[in-house]
């Protein structure tokens, strides 16, 4: 099981490269630019994987509570509002 600052680490690293992709992908879908909308779709699939891996051994219980709950909400990550809500019950 990783220790918590890998797997914090890991869960913010992978929500940057989904935003960064999120982004390449707008700025592709304005400018018509494939090349753009394919670099953000990759991206987007990294960031996902990357928060897949961090959340695997994690405990719903021991997360961030209200914070994570609202850093979902405001991402649109559904898995970190979820787990954030989870965790301040606790």
Do not use: F
Request: proline share 1%.
């Amino acid at each position: 099981m990783a220790d918590k600052s890998q797997e914090q680490a890991g869960l913010i690293g992978g929500h940057a490269q989904y935003v960064k992709g999120a982004t390449e992908e707008v700025i592709g879908n304005v400018t018509g630019s494939e090349e753009w909308k394919d670099s953000g779709i990759k991206d987007k699939e990294s960031g996902v994987n990357t928060m897949k891996m961090a959340t695997e051994q994690r405990d719903p219980t021991q997360g961030y509570g209200k914070v994570e709950e609202l850093a979902g909400k405001a991402t649109g990550c559904e898995g970190m509002e979820r787990e954030g809500a989870i965790s301040k019950e606790q």
